[in-house]
């Protein structure tokens, strides 16, 4: 039974891994197409026409947003203000462009954004797993410390330690 709980154990530890992959590098994708040669220009140009004013500096904007989103999820680390960044774009794609559509992803409606918005919501709620940039910074300011701000870290937790909470 242990060999079987530990496997357990160790399963949950990286089951983040491809839910992060999967979102940031579908983030990462149309962050960097926003920005790339013309993507700015032919971006804010959707904008505009979308009532999205004025539209480069919301293309680029959006473009930041998303690749941010992508980088963080897929190193681990600020991934509660990367699911926030891709609930707010989402949000706004599917509001301005997929709503009047339906649903069916294939007629342009929003199905998948609804998929790229339940990724998030988990990567809002849940921490980063065993292979993430955030416990790789955890586990270094955790050996950084003196053993009487370790042995007494539940009682006050440090400014690094309420930083990390809120940044998952």
Same mark, same amino acid.
């Given at each position: ?37 013309? =993507?700015?220009?032919? !971006?804010? *140009? ?9 539209? +480069? %500096?919301? #293309?680029? /904007?959006? =473009?930041?947003?998303? !690749?941010? *989103? ?9 991934? +509660? %203000?990367? #699911?926030? /960044? ?6 706004? *794609? ?75």
């Amino acid at each position: 039974m242990r060999a079987a709980e530990a496997w357990e154990r160790r399963a949950h530890e990286v089951s983040d891994l491809p839910v992060r992959i999967a979102l940031g590098s579908v983030m990462l994708y149309h962050g960097l197409s926003k920005l790339r040669g013309e =993507g700015p220009g032919q !971006t804010g *140009a959707m904008f505009e026409s979308l009532g999205i004013r004025p539209g +480069r %500096p919301w #293309a680029i /904007a959006t =473009g930041l947003a998303e !690749t941010f *989103a992508g980088a963080a999820a897929i190193l681990g680390i600020a991934t +509660r %203000p990367a #699911a926030l /960044a891709v609930l707010a774009t989402q949000a706004v *794609a599917i509001r301005k462009v997929h709503a009047p559509k339906g649903f069916d992803v294939a007629k342009g409606g929003w199905e998948y954004n609804l998929g790229l918005i339940g990724i998030a919501l988990s990567l809002l709620t849940h921490p980063p797993g065993a292979i993430s940039a955030h416990r790789a910074v955890r586990r270094a300011t955790r050996r950084s410390r003196s053993w009487p701000e370790a042995a007494f870290r539940h009682v006050r937790p440090t400014l690094g330690d309420r930083a990390l909470a809120l940044l998952h």
